[in-house]
């Protein structure tokens, strides 16, 4: 018998990080801080998968299963699902600079189930969600104007 899920998950995030030619493995650090964050409850890890494109451009996927030594990932084991599909690590690999490696992860941000759930308690509903680059704002001025700006509908 498949479980359901009864209450709304939290906004779902994914990620591609890139090792250069070369470096072929994500060093403990990046599995230290996936395992403290799932530990904490702020976040669920969905999906994990490592690709390595050759120079020639083929793309070797390893599941989680696969990998030889997964140090402080194996406490994220459990979460485990399949969320990509096979089309969908094609995609994402189409975008890999050959010789090199990348982790693709899926996680849901378990910190925001309550406020979705408040969300629909209320008889609201997400109109709109997105993510802006941390790079797009690093550096800019602190305004100190904490004012809502509205912008005059067209």
């Known amino acids: 018998m498949s479980e359901t899920v ?6 779902i995030d994914f990620a591609v990080i890139e090792l250069p030619a070369g470096a072929r493995h994500f060093s403990g650090a990046v599995a230290r801080e996936l395992a403290s964050l799932a530990d904490a409850e702020l ?4 999906d994990l998968v490592i690709l390595a494109k050759d120079d020639a451009g083929d793309v070797a996927t390893l599941e989680f299963d696969q990998i030889e030594q997964p140090g402080d990932l194996v406490a994220l084991r459990p979460g485990l699902t399949e969320v990509l599909s096979p089309a ?3 995609s994402l690999a189409s975008a890999m600079t050959p ?18 759930l408040a969300t629909e308690e209320s008889g609201g509903r997400l109109l709109a969600s997105g993510r802006i680059d941390g790079a797009a ?3 800019m001025p602190a305004t100190g104007d904490h004012t809502l700006r509205s912008h005059p509908s067209p």
Do not use: F, K, M, Q
């Open 137 to 139: 704002v690093r550096g």
């Open 43 to 46: 976040i669920r890890v969905l």
């Open 88 to 90: 969908d690590l094609g």
């Open 99 to 116: 010789g090199s490696t990348a982790g693709v992860l899926v996680w849901e941000n378990t910190w925001a189930t309550h406020l979705v």
């Open 6 to 11: 009864e209450e709304p998950p939290g906004p």
